[in-house]
């Protein structure tokens, strides 16, 4: 016979309607009680009829998750963090990427309607916001992840801007003063973020010092040609990228040439992937709880299913910490 919800109810020593609120991510029940009835319902194998129960509440108990690419440590942190609070209110997840494409990111949107309960989108593109508009339905309850200020939307960004002055300043302090920039995309607001906060710390920290601004686009790929071309005439005293991926292929194509980290060069990166602390010498770098960005990101959207008629919350910043490991050891300060 199949498991009902009356047998997890008696099981868990509470009452069905406690194990529906449980099962539906209800706020109104207390956390040790919803991990109870999970438990019970996992080692029962119970499965709710979804047709029946999408039916009556108009629910899919499913979440929808749009990001720019699933290719990577940052995006496999964030699904971590998403999934993990996903699993302790019963939901499911809905992927999709659009693979960096701006036009197949419409599509995306549009075929989660009626699949999903809510969105949470990542569109970090500078341009073609107006489009989203028209790809998302208003009936929808949609979180932004770095994808910059809304006035219709909750938004989550991590505090690129200032994370990235912060690591321009610790360069500047340990006494490297040429220092390069491998950039992001033109079109991205966290590398937008990035570059700006480098440009006005350098600015301001570094007496007659110029930007030193070397194109990239996030990949490994990138980062091993930036650091091929920056050993192609002048050196820099640093170099900091402005996401670890491409600092780690900035680093392969110094190792490549002989170059010592940090003894010739110095090098950082930004967002504290697994890796930057495994890698020889260990990568300095801004700290982003990726994890936790994903994983605040569905939360907050949980609160809007709890309180719809409230207002969007305030655009909220994920702090950033500086993580300084060998690849940025100071050096002596040139004064002459």
């Not at 609070?85 to 989660?112: D, F, K």
């Not at 992937?273 to 990568?283: A, D, F, K």
Request: charged letters at 25%.
């Amino acid at each position: 016979m199949s498991v009902t919800i009356k047998d997890v109810a008696r099981e868990a020593n509470v009452s069905v309607a406690t194990v529906s609120r449980a099962l539906n991510g209800h706020e109104n029940v207390a956390e040790d009680v919803r991990k109870r009835v999970l438990e019970v319902a996992d080692r029962l194998r119970y499965s709710p009829h979804h047709a029946a129960r999408s039916l009556s509440s108009r629910r899919t108990q499913t979440i929808g998750v749009v990001l720019p690419d699933l290719y990577g440590e940052f995006f496999s942190e964030l699904m971590r963090g998403i999934d993990a609070v996903a699993r302790a209110h019963g939901l499911h997840l809905l992927i999709s990427s659009y693979h960096g494409n701006p036009e197949e990111q419409g599509a995306a949107l549009r075929a989660m309607r009626g699949r999903v309960d809510g969105l949470l989108l990542m569109s970090p593109f500078v341009a073609g916001r107006e489009d989203l508009g028209e790809s998302l339905s208003p009936a929808m309850p949609t979180v932004l992840l770095n994808s910059g200020r809304s006035d219709e939307l909750p938004a989550i960004n991590v505090d690129s801007y200032a994370g990235a002055r912060a690591m321009t300043r610790h360069l500047l302090d340990t006494g490297h003063r040429r220092i390069a920039f491998i950039a992001g995309p033109d079109d991205n607001f966290d590398a937008h973020e990035r570059l700006r906060g480098y440009r006005d710390e350098l600015a301001e920290g570094a007496a007659g010092a110029r930007p030193w601004i070397v194109q990239g686009d996030f990949t490994e790929a990138s980062g091993h040609a930036a650091g091929r071309a920056l050993l192609g005439g002048e050196r820099p005293d640093a170099v900091f990228a402005a996401n670890d991926t491409m600092a780690l292929g900035c680093l392969f194509a110094f190792n490549q040439a002989g170059v010592r980290v940090p003894a010739d060069i110095g090098l950082a990166g930004f967002d504290d992937i697994p890796l930057s602390r495994y890698v020889h010498p260990g990568l300095t770098t801004m700290r982003v709880d990726i994890a936790e960005l994903g994983g605040r990101a569905l939360r907050t959207l949980l609160e809007r299913f709890a309180h719809p008629a409230a207002p969007p919350p305030a655009d909220a910043r994920l702090p950033v910490a500086l993580v300084a490991r060998e690849s940025s050891r100071s050096r002596p300060i040139d004064t002459a």
